[in-house]
């Protein structure tokens, strides 16, 4: 579900919300940032930041739309490469058991939902940004998934998505810069979305390949790996790749 083996040009097709969510998420960060280093002569970046904040006083005044834009800026190069790196590695699977509507209706609410939670509970200067809130509620439907949906997914990739929660968790209480109630709103609220969303999803591997016709016999298309697949070298192994991902967002924090 986690383990990318995609062209560029096959993942674009396959995950087309996924694709244009990261692209969005690039060009803002890209337009705003540029803006400011030139001084203003890229047009409306400073004015892009500025409405599109998550100011909880600006909210209060009627500017409702802050609840959503904010889930479309980034600030740093670490920020924006987390986000999008972990919306590329976590949300696929995603978007191909639920489709496009769905999907968006889980990523969308979800950061909805954190940032309603972050207005209510911070003071009216507070201000943030980021896919934070709703990346956490695409973990939120995986949560829920391994907690009362084993069905939909396996047991190595159900302690793939532990592991991951368990140190994003750990990771928003130990950074001050990070948005600890819009995660945590984002998780919940993903939690609490995924029973009517998922309730006539399949698993992926029923999803991925070309289709069927009626009455054809399928199987699953690992199921001579099977055994292999769910041994904890396996596991190791997927999650180092996730480790390294963060190392080198890590590395590339420290150089911008």
């Not at 509620?137 to 939909?152: A, Q, S, T």
């Not at 009517?196 to 399949?202: F, S």
């Not at 991925?208 to 396996?234: C, D, L, M, Y």
């Amino acid at each position: 579900m986690f383990i990318r083996n995609e062209t560029f040009y096959s993942y674009r097709k396959n995950y087309p919300v996924i694709t244009t969510l990261t692209i969005i998420h690039l060009i803002l960060f890209l337009w705003i940032n540029l803006s400011y280093l030139t001084g203003g002569a890229i047009p409306f970046g400073r004015l892009i930041l500025h409405l599109g904040l998550g100011t909880t006083g600006a909210i209060a005044d009627g500017e409702f739309w802050r609840l959503i834009t904010p889930i479309f800026l980034h600030e740093g190069m670490r920020h924006v490469l987390f986000n999008s790196i972990s919306l590329i590695l976590f949300g696929p699977a995603l978007e191909k058991m639920l489709g496009t509507v769905k999907f968006l209706t889980v990523y969308l609410g979800a950061g909805v939902l954190a940032n309603i939670g972050t207005f209510f509970l911070t003071s009216p200067m507070y201000s943030h940004l980021g896919a934070s809130g709703a990346i956490f509620g695409l973990f939120g439907v995986y949560l829920y998934m391994v907690l009362y949906r084993k069905d939909l997914i396996d047991a190595m990739n159900a302690q793939i998505i532990s592991i991951i929660l368990i140190l994003g968790v750990i990771m928003t209480f130990l950074n001050p810069q990070i948005n600890i109630l819009g995660h945590l709103f984002g998780l919940i609220a993903g939690a609490a979305i995924a029973p009517p969303i998922l309730k006539n999803a399949k698993p992926f591997y029923m999803q991925a390949g070309p289709p069927v016709s009626k009455g054809e016999i399928t199987f699953h298309p690992n199921r001579w790996q099977k055994r292999r697949i769910f041994t904890g070298r396996g596991l190791a192994r997927a999650v180092g790749w996730v480790f390294v991902v963060l190392v080198i967002i890590g590395i590339l924090s420290n150089l911008f």
